[in-house]
């Protein structure tokens, strides 16, 4: 793309040299296009496909700008618009091109670096333990919240097992696994049963009845989530205790006791009670922080995600920054054909160990896979249009 | 079994039921709370002795002014046809109201083979989006579908299936175009296009199509998105409201009415002080959003079933008549439907750090001035009429 985008704005400044009311016409523009095309097919033929479909779509971008405002501009201020616009896909390109060094040399300076580590901070960071973890995503959760909940959900879900035969391996979430932790939430909040904390027989813990939290539910439809209702809420820093209730975690306790999410009251008889006093993130941010800890163990489908949401943010947070928002050249980057020859490169460059640190065997290369997971793009969250912004202010600010 | 015996759909036996229904969630209460913070409890009391005496007065003007008037003009208005239906309920679209739209969907867990939003169709939508918005004349055509859904490991019927469901959920149709040579085999070949029906056309062109004034050409806004798919789901729904089996039969009826009632019961809650706990709590605090706490003791169980299970038969009354009203499921399956209400509308009804908030959007406000403008009239009445 880049040596097209450098061609068309060599073009261009040659045009108007000549004389501005060239750009003008379209005929003219359309035979130098026809004239660039003839002379490169011959030369590459691997490439020559995407040249052609990159510089059909510049030109007609090119012929539609002009045609709308060459009743309002001038001629020298048209062909200024498209050299500046050209100028800023180029740096974009540029951008892109270097993002990082191919023998690693000096890694922590590149731009995929601090931009992964910008992310990771906010949405999948790295910690000593579970409990910094989700702390710092506590820290977070205020701006991005539905930003790391999305992170948990991939679009492929459907394909996830619950009862993986690989102990280990974590899933992501679906929609109705996301339904049952917010009916938990909602359950703790509610009025719960307390019993004795067994690792810490002086206290007393909220227990909710595991069946309780499958009631809603009609026609078995959450059948295989209440098969593995273990499975299910130990990610989420839960425990059945007596085969009847879920209780949290001894770790979890400290966790939600840190955070404020219990509160302790004496009781009568001497024993002091936790009071759950649970907001929305509080079980999702621990199941996040839970898959940041141990992302080697990450399920195929969620890593791709992850990768995919982790590439999509940098790659728009670039875009973001250099190119302006009226920039005419904007929808071709965000083309579905230039994400596909983008995104899975910096996908599998993001999980290499020295970035997000996951199995980039993971990573799927085939055609419908990636169609698949990048359908998500038509539909991203306004959350994660905010951070793109944030990623785009910090790119600008930094040294 | 039901706490409120089963009642014919009447609509005073419906108000009677109400009050009955109140009275025992007002026992309920005072014999068990849940709420910590101090006065949560009696302005609870309160307001749902409000609803006791004054919602059922006058024949239920209040039920119907809320109800008839602002909940079904923005989510499922009635008489009108598909096409104004749906400019309507698209026009009451805002940021906030979205979430609730989209509950309307979400919501309906109960009904597995008509969810729009079940398993792999939730995504659905979106393709749907980007498909229909990739062509300026919002045509797709069978193969487009087939090609972006088609999986190797499902047969090609379960696709097929798929499209005809999301075809008559959404009301769209289909046209045929017969190509009498095919280029490759000199056979004759019949494409199918799915569009939207005419009226409907023309809305989402006056809307969402961005007219190039010197070349002509038009491009889909970016404004096009899954919730427009959603209003046309609404809309199919309110204008086919009789015909029950096109519109998804029983779950449909008691997912919309518990919905509504969700609504209805939150746009009336007392607003409660803030606890410092809270108010310095990032989300609650948060300067794009109003929040307000709410007591948290209506939704203990037998709390919730005894106001909730009369209070949706009412709704589904006036959205849909008698014929609604008996189809609201009086077993079991109905307080699963109650429970159901402790999760939906996650996105403007939230927990932070255990008290149940509230995000203020504008039907919110816009009934619970309503109800309050009757209240004062009612009110006033009385005391004018008083010797």
Redesign the interface.
């Given at each position: 793309m880049k040596p097209i985008l450098r061609e068309t704005r060599r073009i261009i400044i040659e045009l108007i040299k000549e004389d501005p009311v060239l750009l003008l016409s379209p005929a003219i523009l359309n035979s130098v296009r026809e004239k660039e095309e003839k002379r490169n097919i011959r030369k590459v033929r691997a490439l020559s496909e995407f040249s052609a479909l990159y510089r059909s779509n510049i030109y007609e971008i090119m012929n539609?700008f002009i045609?709308?405002f060459?009743?309002k501009l001038t001629p020298q201020l048209l062909a200024d618009y498209i050299i500046d616009h050209l100028k800023e896909s180029i740096e974009a390109l540029n951008i892109l091109l270097k993002i990082t060094n191919p023998d690693q040399n000096n890694f922590q300076n590149t731009y995929l670096q601090r931009l992964v580590k910008y992310i990771e901070d906010r949405l999948f960071p790295k910690g000593a333990s579970i409990q910094i973890i989700y702390q710092n995503l506590l820290n977070q959760?205020?701006d991005f919240?539905e930003c790391q909940r999305h992170l948990l959900q991939p679009?492929t879900?459907?394909r996830e097992k619950l009862e993986n035969p690989d102990y280990f391996v974590i899933p992501g979430n679906?929609?109705?696994i996301y339904?049952i932790i917010?009916?938990i939430?909602?359950?703790y909040?509610?009025?719960p049963n307390y019993g004795v904390f067994p690792e810490r027989p002086a206290y007393e813990i909220p227990m909710i009845l595991k069946n309780e939290v499958f009631?809603?539910?009609?026609?078995s439809?959450a059948k295989t989530e209440q098969e593995a209702v273990e499975k299910v809420v130990d990610k989420i820093g839960l425990r059945i205790i007596d085969d009847l209730f879920l209780a949290p975690q001894e770790a979890f306790i400290d966790i939600l006791m840190s955070n404020?999410?219990l509160r302790p009251a004496v009781q009568p008889s001497g024993k002091i009670r936790y009071?759950?006093?649970?907001?929305?993130e509080t079980l999702i941010l621990y199941y996040l922080a839970f898959a940041s800890m141990r992302r080697g163990f990450l399920s195929k489908e969620l890593i791709n995600w992850i990768a995919m949401n982790f590439a999509l943010l940098i790659y728009m947070g670039i875009l973001k920054w250099k190119l302006s928002d009226d920039n005419i050249f904007y929808k071709i980057f965000k083309d579905l054909q230039t994400n596909e020859k983008i995104l899975p490169y910096l996908m599998k460059l993001i999980c290499f160990p020295n970035y997000l640190g996951m199995d980039k065997m993971k990573i799927r290369d085939s055609v419908?896979y990636r169609?698949e997971i990048f359908?998500?793009i038509?539909?991203q969250i306004d959350n994660l249009k905010t951070l793109i912004e944030e990623i785009a202010i910090f790119l600008d600010t930094a040294p | 079994m039901s706490i409120i015996p089963a009642l014919k759909c009447s609509w005073n036996e419906l108000l009677d039921n109400f009050i009955k229904g109140l009275d025992n969630a007002i026992v309920e209460l005072n014999a068990h709370s849940?709420d910590t913070i101090a006065g949560a409890l009696p302005l609870l009391l309160d307001r749902l002795r409000i609803m006791q005496n004054n919602f059922p007065a006058n024949n239920g003007q209040i039920f119907k002014q809320t109800i008839d008037d602002i909940i079904q003009n923005a989510f499922f208005p009635e008489n009108l046809t598909f096409a104004q239906s749906f400019e309507k309920i698209l026009n009451s679209r805002t940021h906030e109201q979205d979430f609730i739209i989209n509950e309307l969907v979400?919501g309906f867990?109960?009904s597995?083979a008509k969810a729009i939003?079940s398993?792999?169709q939730?995504?659905i939508i979106?393709?749907m989006?980007?498909a229909f918005s990739k062509r300026n004349d919002f045509h797709i055509v069978d193969h487009q579908f087939y090609a972006?859904f088609g999986d190797?490991n499902v047969p090609r019927t379960y696709v097929m299936i798929n499209l005809q469901i999301l075809i008559d959920l959404f009301g769209l149709v289909s046209e045929e175009l017969v190509i009498q040579k095919d280029i490759r085999k000199s056979e004759e070949k019949v494409y199918t296009f799915y569009t939207f029906p005419n009226d409907i056309l023309n809305v989402l062109k006056k809307k969402y199509l961005i007219t190039?004034?010197?070349?002509g050409?038009l491009s889909v806004s970016e404004a096009f998105?899954?919730n427009v798919f959603i209003c046309l789901f609404l809309a199919n729904i309110a204008v086919n409201r009789s015909n029950l089996s096109s519109i998804g039969g029983k779950?449909t009826v008691n997912g919309i009415s518990a919905i509504f009632a969700l609504i209805l019961v939150l746009s009336f809650m007392p607003k409660m002080t803030a606890t410092p706990?809270l108010l310095k709590?990032?989300?609650f605090s948060?300067p794009n959003v109003s929040i307000s706490v709410i007591p948290?003791s209506w939704?203990?169980?037998k709390v919730l079933e005894s106001i909730f299970e009369p209070l949706i038969k009412i709704i589904a009354f006036r959205l849909g008549g008698i014929q609604w009203c008996e189809a609201i499921i009086d077993t079991e399956?109905n307080?699963?439907?109650h429970?159901?209400i402790?999760?939906l509308l996650?996105d403007v009804n939230?927990?932070?750090?255990?008290?149940?908030c509230r995000v203020e959007i504008p039907i919110f406000i816009e009934i619970l001035n309503t109800i309050q403008v009757t209240l004062q009239a009612q009110q006033s009445g009385r005391t004018t009429t008083t010797p």
């Open positions: 539609e045609e709308e060459k009743a959760s205020k919240f679009h879900f459907y679906s929609p109705k339904q917010n009916n939430t909602s359950f909040n509610l009025d009631e809603p539910y009609i026609d439809i404020n999410f009071i759950p006093q649970f907001s929305n419908q169609k359908n998500f038509g539909s | 849940i979400n867990i109960t597995k939003a398993y792999s939730g995504p979106d393709r989006v980007e972006m190797p190039n004034p010197v070349t050409n998105d899954r779950y706990q709590h990032p989300s948060s948290k939704m203990m169980k399956i307080k699963k439907i429970t159901q402790r999760f996650k939230k927990w932070i750090l255990g008290e149940l």
